[in-house]
């Protein structure tokens, strides 16, 4: 992997040789939660607003591009410290490359034919459902890290196409196995008029811990702002999405991803924890509403979560509201509540949090301060380890981000 993200910075430095327009951007992010909870201090949540970054690590992102838009290169890097929302801290680095073909022979066009190599990475979709809270129920993407080929053709807005694989994949060090087979990843998306947007999605793996070959994910998801459809002065904006995991084994999950969701985990049998690990065909359904004006905005996502081997629908609620009352203050609070007819947890668990901060010349201060209650904070979305926060307590966590 190395020698891949080597390759990588030695092409671009030959291909900025050949387009003497080149741009450098980046950001560096670091952060730390100060917890006052024993559990609590396995976890963290919420970076700069609600994107579901964990705080206890540091982050260089660094990218370069040409100013037609033919090529670029990304890189990042990720530490992280102890408390991290892994088994154990998970240090690393990935890469990408990309290349418009279109815009290469054709020059400014309205025509996309985009070749990516991505290098200890995964593959999202394309996706309509605009994601508001951060959590990402709507997500689909491919299994495991690795080497992956992408590829996306079309035109505009009015039709995108995606194509993406991977021969081998290669596991974590909490994952089931140390290398895996393939993953296939196929979707697609339309913006036909200003403000509709919709695509379909399809993952022959996807992002669970599968084992079984036949395992996979289908999506969709549809979207509406009728402030932008309309030509309004405010955003008033609707969307859906829903994804089906299938397979008998669609989700295997690790005994510290279940020690987030099962009260009592650690105290069970051998014979006991079998009947949850294996959990099956699962629907994730999540709709949301959202809206503002210059000086405030929020969002309101309702979340149903059907699992078919165990026959329970478990739902989740989640809001939040941004405040824009003075130019570069970072000012807004959120909140969710999760199994809200306590189908998994004996009471039904619940957070609230807000964010303060400001920006200044590319830099950004910003303290988060969170509540939860429950022992399992944020909710589960459709992936344990980045949606599921057991952070029972109260926390602090000042964070700094550089952008250049």
Known sequence: MKKVLVSLLVLALAMTSVFAAVNFSGDFVTGYTFAYDTDAEKWSNYMFGQDNV???????NLGIADDNGIWSIGLEGELMVDGSAQ?????????????????LIMGDTDWTAQLQMLANDRVTALRAYSNQSGLSYDRVRTNEPGLWANAIVGYGD??????????????????LSDERDGDLIISAMTKPIS??????????VGDKNSTVEDAGVFGAAAEVNLGEMLGLSFDLGVGVADKYYYGDAATVYTDFMMASLVPGWDGLDD?????????GKQNILAAQIYGGIDLVSAYVEYVNWYMDNADKAVSALHFGVDLNVVESLILNVYGGMFDLSEEILPEMAYYFGGNIGYELSGITFQ??????????????????????????GFSISPMLKLSF
Request: glycine share 14%; no cysteine; charged share 15%.
């Open 87 to 103: 088994d154990t801290p998970q240090n690393r680095v990935m890469g990408d490359i990309t290349l418009d073909l279109a815009k």
């Open 271 to 279: 014979a006991a924890k079998a009947g949850y690990t294996t959990v």
């Open 195 to 204: 403000g509709l947007a919709v695509s379909v999605d399809w993952a022959l």
């Open 158 to 175: 009015l039709l995108q196409i995606q194509i993406g694989g991977a021969p081998k994949l290669v596991g974590g060090a909490n994952k």
């Open 367 to 392: 303290v988060n301060v969170q509540y939860a209650e429950n022992g399992y904070a944020s909710s589960v979305g459709g992936d344990v380890a980045q949606g599921g926060v057991k952070a029972e």
């Open 54 to 60: 964990n705080t206890n690590s540091t982050k260089l």
